[in-house]
């Protein structure tokens, strides 16, 4: 369905949001640097819609005896089409064809590309005798002053599991080739393959009369596939009529009792839990960008930086202080981020937060900064989690099968949302802050930090305001 829509309805495709866009942009930086490994290659510049000129210039080149690498280098067979990212001329004879990738770790679609490729090069007559994907390196840690690009990538041999598949690929493209002339699109439902392995851009377009049950069984936490298809086989979508002696967990056999009741279960102790909470109590909550190329010494592609924290405090006469720090330079920011962070919080009181992501937050800077990781050791013990307290003691229908604070808040505190912000979450913070960093407009990159604060503060009055539910509660 999508390949018959990119060919004949490419404008029903929502286009891509600002994190996927930020997504391929990080693709692409990735592939640039991936080829500053190989001196002197060539690059086969001509874009996707000049793909005669490309071909042209691909033979030319590879004529040339001197040339050892190409890069984008184009082929084509029996009307199937691919750019290689890197084809690198072996010493023995023959070729390697590397693709890169943005990810960390090898994984079984970029086997499939990879054979698609390998089917081309070599029926347009490559010798191609290695082929391999080419990804970040996890374990690869910068030292601040020089990229090692030998080291920063690791290869990953897929030639056997290539060639292993190679006959269902060709099957499979030959397959494609014949539904691209059909006149209709196929007549596919849509369903959990419109998300895997990557969302798909046409989704809006082929699910907008889509009838949804009112609480489908999607909203039954970690079911299991297995389970999910013995529902599936019994024709049952919503969780009102799964029937009452379908083996559920404790959680979803809770959430099917919400369900059907359509009242609130509250199904553990949340006063117990509260009392461990020391006063007087702050509330912490911080936001993160993720390189994948390392920029500061001891960091490793992926990564979380810290930018930006809030921290609300209860104060005496049942008022409610506020500080935050957002770093506006394009350096390191977490010798600042720790020093204002020691200040923010002082040494007394618990510190709530939503998930354990501000504790691997706060490991990750105990190990940047070791003269303050005592502190940060003692900042970290004193953290407690709001999250833990809602998903074992309570649970709404509207909560929709999420523990997110996305979706709780908006249940057990209507009055407080995200609606009126320029930024409402994560990601898009993420890229919009390193856009702020390159902007060169003064106003519109303060603009820009004042959007981040806005929301990273709205983020810990959330906590403040969760927390006085669950106390009424």
């Known amino acids: 369905m999508r390949l018959w829509n990119d060919v004949h309805a490419r404008d029903l495709a929502t286009g891509p949001g600002l994190s996927l866009q930020a997504t391929f942009d990080t693709g692409q930086k990735v592939g640039e640097m991936a080829c500053r490994r190989y001196k002197g290659g060539h690059l086969v510049a001509q874009d996707h ?42 010493g023995t004879g023959g070729w390697r064809l590397v693709e890169v990738k943005s990810a960390t770790s090898l994984k079984d679609v970029f086997v499939l590309d990879v054979a698609f490729q390998l089917s081309v090069l070599r029926g347009a007559g490559l010798d191609v005798r290695e082929a391999t994907v080419m990804t970040l390196d996890r374990s690869y840690v910068y030292d601040g002053k020089k990229l090692d690009l030998e080291r920063l990538f690791k290869f990953h041999d897929v030639l056997e599991q290539c060639e292993k598949i190679l006959d269902s690929v060709n099957g499979n493209a030959r397959m494609m080739q014949t539904l691209i002339g059909a006149e209709e699109p196929p007549n596919i439902q849509t369903g959990n393959h419109c998300f895997t392995p990557y969302d798909c851009p046409y989704y809006e377009h082929c699910s907008r009369d889509d009838v949804h049950p009112d609480h489908g069984i999607d909203e039954l936490p970690s079911l299991r596939s297995s389970r999910r298809a013995q529902l599936n ?6 969780i009102r009529d799964v029937p009452e002696d379908f083996p559920l967990t404790s959680l979803q056999r809770i959430v099917h009792q919400a369900v059907l009741e359509q009242e609130p279960v509250v199904h553990g102790d949340i006063s117990a839990m509260l009392a461990e909470i020391r006063h007087p109590v702050k509330y912490l909550d911080f936001e993160t960008f993720a390189p994948p190329i ?24 049942d008022t409610i202080g506020h500080t935050d720090y957002l770093h506006e330079l394009d350096d390191d920011p977490r010798p600042n981020i720790v020093e204002r962070l020691i200040e923010a919080v002082g040494d007394e009181g618990s510190i709530c937060t939503y998930s354990n992501y501000e504790r691997t937050v706060l490991k990750s800077l105990a190990t940047a900064i070791p003269e303050r990781a005592d502190e940060i050791a003692a900042i970290s013990s004193r953290l407690f989690d709001l999250h833990r307290v809602v998903k074992t003691s309570i649970y709404h229908p509207e909560f929709r099968g999420s523990f997110s604070i996305k979706s709780v808040l908006p249940v057990l505190v209507p009055c407080m949302g995200y609606d009126d912000l320029e930024i409402v979450e994560g990601q898009t913070a993420s890229v919009l802050y390193l856009h702020a960093l390159e902007n060169r407009d003064k106003r519109k990159r303060q603009q820009t930090f004042a959007n981040l604060r806005a929301y990273c503060e709205r983020d810990t009055l959330a906590l403040v305001g969760l927390h006085d539910a669950l106390k009424k509660l």
């Open 49 to 90: 819609i000049h793909i005669a000129e490309a071909l042209v210039e691909t033979s030319r080149v590879l004529e040339l005896s001197t040339t050892t690498t190409l890069f984008e280098a184009a082929f084509e067979y029996q009307g199937l089409y691919s750019r290689a990212d890197i084809i690198e001329r072996l």
């Open 294 to 317: 390392p920029r500061f010494a001891g960091t490793s592609p992926y990564d979380a930086i810290p930018f930006l924290f809030s921290v609300h405090t209860e104060c005496a006469h």
């Open 233 to 238: 086989e019994a024709g049952v979508e919503e």
